[in-house]
């Protein structure tokens, strides 16, 4: 029984904590979201990408360093937990691997090694406004070799050089990959709940593109990867209910009312605890989708599910009640609480709503019973 | 990351099978049983006696006394191998998991010697007398008097919520032996024989209609000084002892459960749509899922930590708290799902599992209360794993005599 991580991969995890703890203080993210010209913070990303965490699960023969994805988990908690305003998740979780799954020799030749060495940055376009994307309904279409339509939010789209685009012809959904600065293709930044990761509109008009995996197989190749991706944002998501618990204790512990720490109160103790046990729920989940991830076990889909959904719910409690243990403080621009609260929400609906990931679960559980523990 | 056992794990869990499935069926393959509590209780003193025979009884405890010196991985392995064999380890559960442990850390070489090996052997059961009408939550506020008489104390006084009181044959107890200084101060710790002249055993009857706690009250009892455990005043350090044992023994309070909830939903309907298309339906079990796997996942950690020669984290304090409420929620569910006829009683015939579901339900709520509440769980969650402060306490350092009392 080994379901902790190494010491190799928990070391990783100080250098990285003290990494971000230097160079991703609060005030970083807060200048972010203070500045609506800036998507990212620049250093930062040059930092990571000079650190090599762009190429953590990129093979070594594709220029990356070839560690893996426990790795990959360890350094999302942490990017999570610190708030950090790049495109490390856009480009990593979802283009990189994309292209990982089912990208050609050729393919992956020519992105992987530019990926991991940061020179550019890649993104993964699925949704098409306020509903639930289907196979059936995708409006972005291919044809004749070219697409054309809209993609809105797309994570990181302002900035990455290259999109995975999920796109629908006369008969099925296919993936592509789309060259951001070629012609026919339009973006701009929008403005989102969450604005330390930028959202963008891109608008395609018979854009050039490439097909990515097998023509037809769009839906299922899209629906897989948002299985690993999950793993990764739960991992991110924990970070940050961590984080959102953490502040919420010491705030609890300075603040005083009648007296005495409010800390010492049952009402404001119980709902610390609630807090705690979500977000060990959520850890322990989050375990068992790396393992899955890392081995790529046929129960990935209803691990990742279950890291989701867990991760999510603890996320969406810590940020909320980190608020209320807060008071009045709690919901100023001042406090940092808002921006734990808005990355819970931008996250709980990236790859889809908490409602459809516990459709997923359920449908994973079906398909594979569970057993009495 | 892997769930494979070590070497030395997977040789002992070798081991562990083959003594159970020579001597024991998996519980997959045994029929329901119908037996009374005698009939229970007989049968677990055999299966006790046979594990001691064999070396698997009391495995964390030292061979001397009738253990087996053994790793807690090794102790945990065994647990998940037995608990799929039908057989009755209940009655023992807490002599072995909570008085064994004191009498190891608190009595004399002799009773050591005495009592243990005994223990072990399944010919003694033993009990714990710490709850009193008025000390639940609050156990150092019990009332029950020793007062010293020559080489003997006088126990006055009266228990309650105590398991098994009614077949066990000893008992630890903790008694106030000060009623002039702080309640923590003044307490007492023994271990008895409970057919002791003076001792009188009651069953109390549970919302489930089941008997499985008493009270016991104690008139002029006699426990001679040698059966103290700790020193007089000490007995709540002792008594802590005890209850870390406790929050050891008492983990998943197992009951219904998912995979019983989705065999249910495959029979059912909700307005002519099997129940599991149903959009309410889904979102409730993928929330019990994530609840169940996080425990099991949680339990995995622990397993490696101790597994890798580790302490394990604070995470498995969350286990009871959980586990207590899925099992009472997921049991009124399924009284749910059978609709108006969910609350019919089968004695006989049972295709739904009716019986594990209602018993859930009605067995849930004692499961919230039991070795420690969900408030109190809450709070040692908040002040040893948070570090947040104690709760302010109005009876501190005021002796107890002079502390208010309100009704039991």
Not at chain 1, 317 to 327: L, S, V
Not at chain 1, 339 to 365: C, E, I, P
Not at chain 2, 199 to 219: C, H, L, M
Not at chain 2, 277 to 292: G, L, P
């Amino acid at each position: 029984m080994n379901f902790e991580f190494s010491d190799e991969q928990n070391l990783l995890r100080e250098q990285v904590q003290k990494f971000l703890r230097e160079q991703c203080p609060p005030e970083k993210v807060r200048a972010v979201l203070d500045d609506v010209e800036m998507s990212h913070d620049a250093g930062l990303w040059q930092s990571i990408v000079d650190l090599g965490w762009t190429g953590v699960s990129i093979p070594e023969q594709y220029g990356g360093v070839g560690l893996g994805y426990l790795e990959l988990c360890v350094i999302a908690e942490e990017l999570g937990r610190s708030l950090a305003p790049t495109p490390y998740a856009s480009s990593v979780y979802l283009a990189t691997e994309a292209l990982l799954l089912y990208g050609s020799e050729a393919q992956k030749q020519n992105y992987l090694p530019r990926l991991a060495a940061g020179e550019i940055v890649g993104t993964f376009a699925m949704a098409e406004g306020r509903r639930a994307p289907r196979p059936e309904n995708l409006a972005t279409k291919l044809r004749d070799g070219k697409i054309s339509g809209q993609k809105l939010p797309v994570p990181d789209g302002d900035i990455a050089n290259f999109a995975v685009v999920l796109v629908r012809d006369e008969k099925a959904s296919s993936l592509v990959i789309v060259d951001l600065a070629s012609e026919g293709v339009q973006r701009a930044a929008v403005e989102t709940l969450d604005p330390t990761r930028s959202q963008a509109r891109l608008d395609f008009t018979n854009a050039a593109c490439e097909p990515l995996g097998d023509a037809g197989e769009g839906w299922q190749q899209a629906q897989r990867l948002f299985d690993r991706a999950a793993v990764l944002f739960a991992f991110e998501q924990v970070g940050g209910a961590q984080a959102s618990l953490e502040m919420a204790r010491s705030y609890a512990m300075e603040r005083y009312a009648f007296g005495r720490p409010i800390a010492s109160f049952q009402a404001i103790k119980h709902k610390l605890a609630d807090m705690y046990i979500s977000s060990t729920l959520a850890r322990s989940n989050c375990y068992y989708g790396a393992w899955a991830l890392s081995t790529d076990a046929p129960e990935l889909a209803l691990a990742a599910a279950t890291a989701r959904v867990t991760a999510t719910q603890a996320y969406d409690e810590c940020a909320k009640e980190n608020i209320q243990t807060h008071g009045g403080m709690g919901f100023t621009w001042e406090f940092d609480c808002h921006m734990y609260f808005r990355r819970a929400k931008a996250l709980a609906v990236n790859l889809g709503g908490l409602t459809g990931w516990q459709d997923r679960l359920v449908s994973a559980l079906e398909s594979t019973p569970p057993q009495e523990a | 990351m892997n769930f494979d056992d070590t070497p030395q794990e997977a040789a002992f869990r070798a081991e562990a099978q083959t003594f159970l499935n020579a001597n024991a069926t998996l519980k997959v393959d045994a029929p329901p049983r119908k037996e009374t509590e005698d009939e229970h209780i007989v049968r677990a003193r055999a299966w006790q006696k046979l594990k001691s025979e064999n070396g698997w009884a009391c495995l964390s405890w030292p061979k001397e006394y009738g253990g087996r010196d053994a790793q807690p991985m090794e102790l945990i392995i065994w647990g998940q191998e037995e608990s799929r064999y039908d057989v009755p380890v209940g009655p023992y559960a807490i002599g072995l998991g909570m008085c064994g442990p004191t009498m190891i850390a608190y009595a004399s070489e002799e009773h050591k010697a005495q009592r243990l090996p005994r223990m072990s052997a399944g010919e003694d059961i033993w009990c714990q007398l710490f709850s009193e009408p008025s000390a639940g939550s609050d156990l150092a506020n019990l009332r029950t008097r020793c007062e010293r008489d020559g080489d003997d104390w006088i126990i006055n006084g009266q228990k309650i919520w105590t398991s098994g009181a009614h077949y066990c044959d000893w008992g630890i107890l903790v008694t106030r032996s000060d009623p002039t200084v702080a309640k923590h101060k003044g307490l007492t710790f023994f271990f008895l024989d409970m057919k002791s002249p003076g001792v009188e055993v009651r069953p109390i009857k549970q919302i489930s209609g089941d008997a499985n706690f008493n009270e016991v009250y104690f008139t002029d009892v006699r426990i001679p000084d040698h059966q103290r455990l700790g020193a007089v005043g000490d007995g709540w350090k002792v008594s802590l002892t005890t209850l870390m044992n406790e929050r050891l023994a008492v983990g998943d309070a197992g009951g219904s459960d998912v995979p019983h909830l989705m065999e249910l939903l495959a029979k059912v309907d909700i307005d002519g749509t099997p129940a599991l298309e149903n959009a309410s339906v889904r979102e409730k079990v993928a929330n019990w899922y994530c609840q169940m796997s996080g425990l099991q996942n949680t339990k995995y950690r622990v397993m490696s930590a101790l597994s890798s020669g580790k302490t394990p984290g604070p995470e498995s304090s969350i286990t009871k708290v959980i586990s207590a409420n899925k099992m009472l929620d997921i049991g009124s569910f399924g009284i749910d799902l059978m609709d108006m006829g969910g609350i019919l009683v089968d004695r006989e015939g049972d295709e739904m599992n009716s019986r594990l579901f209602q018993g859930s339900f009605m067995g849930g709520p004692g499961y919230r209360i039991a070795g420690g509440t969900d408030e109190v769980l809450r709070n040692i969650i908040a002040e040893r794993v948070l570090g947040l402060p104690q709760d302010v306490r109005v009876d501190k350092g005021i002796p107890f005599n002079e502390v208010a009392q309100g009704s039991s």
